[in-house]
């Protein structure tokens, strides 16, 4: 069996869109949504049927929803070009979002590890928890939200290496580098204000 042929259909389907995402999130483009949406339900289908990283299936399941809220306000019309007023948070609110994180995926991970088959547990929670806070701060354009998108993105990388899910591992390199330059780009928006 050649290499090609030994990756899902599904794990080439959240490569592909996960990588229009990020293309078109890069122009804003507003077809970034559905490219969001197709990428998010490939990248459960694999969660669920072969890495058994259930936490991150439940997260692709959030940023779905995300998707379909905002493919639902751009079918409206509603202006997504407003002016970002990007903002810091105190680091004690930083490290309590950390803290609450490792909390969570302690109690949730050892759960999961007793009833389920799931792979990794501790961290796959903890990516969750983390990629659902930042999603919040970059809603509120919080500088510092986007460390959180780094860590998530080194700890997915790490868990779809671990889990035989190569694609998407290269789809997550894909996030850490778009990450990373969207970070820079808020640093020097922040320096300006």
Request: proline fraction near 2%; glycine fraction near 6%; charge should be negative.
């Amino acid at each position: 069996m050649s290499v090609i042929s030994s990756f899902s259909i599904a794990e080439y389907g959240g490569l592909i869109f996960g990588l229009a995402y990020i293309i078109c999130a890069y122009q804003k483009s507003n077809y970034s949504w559905p490219c969001g949406i197709l990428s998010a339900i490939c990248i459960i289908i694999v969660d669920v049927n072969e890495t058994h990283l259930y936490f991150d299936a439940l997260r692709h399941g959030f940023f779905l929803v995300m998707s379909c809220v905002g493919l639902y306000l751009w079918y409206k019309g509603e202006d997504a070009k407003k002016v970002i007023r990007i903002s810091r948070m105190p680091w004690p609110n930083y490290i309590g979002y950390l803290f609450v994180s490792m909390l969570i995926s302690g109690a949730a991970g050892f759960l999961f590890q007793q009833q389920t088959e799931a792979a990794f547990p501790y961290l796959d929670c903890f990516q969750m928890m983390l990629s659902i806070f930042a999603t919040f701060l970059i809603i509120y354009c919080v500088l510092y939200a986007w460390s959180y998108w780094i860590i998530v993105d080194v700890i997915s990388i790490g868990l779809y290496i671990m889990t035989g899910a190569y694609l998407l591992a290269i789809l997550y390199l894909g996030y850490l580098i778009s990450n990373a330059l969207k970070w820079r780009e808020w640093i020097l928006l922040y320096k300006e204000e």
